[in-house]
């Protein structure tokens, strides 16, 4: 996940890839997640700290994740 | 307290990509259709549904009606039965003064039984079966002859009858767009039209009153119709002249747009699609220069399409997302392109029932088949759909009702809105007996 710790990001959750030179934006729940997986943290605990954090059902917040986790792939960020 | 969840997405900013199809984040949204909630209508009769609107049909018909009616004298408009032919839809039509356009023995019948005269009924098509024909001769239709082969059929059910038939011949040529639409009827560059008529007049079993054409479908260019009319009126007065025959009516069949977005075109149908009213100015002005004083043959319009296409919509829900191996966003909704056959050559109007927050993506929307090919929309700019969201495509009020396939689902649900808002069902949503109605097991093979 190393690959996260060089992104710019901003509070408003414009991404900047220094290396790519790629911009991203994200909303506040994608944000919330990219602060945490740039610390290191692994999904299941992302997803707990999800389900005390936010107003939503495991079900949709396991399936949210781990789609905006492919995202994050497919964009090749992680 | 816990902080309010939006589904989390991440994007790809990508500089200078002009946008063509309005804001990235704009949204289109349709709670309602003529007042009544998309979700009550879900409720009520369930998902996928198709939704017609009696309000938009009668005044699509009028507006299209005044449009001729204000520039020629003599104007009549015939249902083309193909284009949809529910009950319900015929009738308000109907009901509006248009006649009946068929072209097979199934809708000869489904409009007689609806109540339309025989002499208010065109008969069209490639095929006409004898028995067909004789039953459409006998009760007085308008008979558009497709070939050769029909005049003979034609004249064996003449002598039958002990009269003779009025017939018109349908008729293909060059106007200019293509592809031209060859196949149908007698040429009319080669001569071959010419011919048909002079085969026809020597018989003495049918009298030609008559000429057709139908130059295509979607046309965009207004200027062919007035091409088409000039050479039937041409040729119209080359018939009068060689044979003492009168030509009562220059049927000039489909073929206008309607404000949908054909694939291929970028454009919005605002600016790609010409306002009806310049194929009215075309057909009508020519009509009216290339006529001698005082002869209006009947204009028959069998405009199908520009009609209904707008009255129609198609309510669909989100059954499952899935992101593809590319990174693109996709789902699967519970309506494919078994009940929505113009997916094919439309990117529809698509909008959500309410609004989702979330920044948009271009999205594939797939149908519920089991298909490849079963797309109903791609590059559709969504924003990130939960599970059960709705979905109205339009405009889906051609060919749909009855392009569409009993293939591996059941067909759903119809209904109309009156103009009071009243919601009534006009075709039910078919179930298994449907369909075993018409299979037969062999007693052998019993499980
Ligand atoms: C003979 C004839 N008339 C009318 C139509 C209706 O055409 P449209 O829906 O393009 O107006 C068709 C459609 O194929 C047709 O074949």
Redo the contacts between chains.
Sequence with gaps: MNRLSRLAINEEGFIFDPITGNSFTTNQVGLWILERLKKGKKEEEILAEMLEYFEVDPETAERDLTDFIEQLRNYKLI | M????????????Q?GLSNKFGSLYGRHIRPEIDGVPVSDLVTRFGSPLFVFSERRLREKYRQLYQLFSTRYPNVQFSWSYKTNYLDAICAILHQEGETAEVVSEFEYEKARRLGVKGEEIIFNGPYKPLSALKRAAEEGALINIDHFDEIYDLEEVAEELGRPIKVGIRLNMDTGISPQWTRFGFNLESGQAFDAAKRLVSGEKLILCGLHCHLGTFLLEPRAYAKAVEKMVDFAYQLQEAFDLQIEYLDLGGGFPSRNRLKGIYLPPEIAVPPLEDFAEAICDTLLSKLRPNDFPKLILETGRAIVDEAGFLITTVQA?K?LP??TRSYVLDAGVNILFTAFWYNFRVELEEDV???AEPCILYGPLCMNIDVVADQVQLPPL?RGARLIFSPVGAYNVTQWMQFIRYRPAVVLIDPNGQVELIREAENLEDILARERLPERLKL
């Design positions: 816990k902080v309010p969840y939006e589904k989390p997405v991440i994007r790809k900013v500089i997302s992101r590319d990174g927050p979330g920044p939960p």
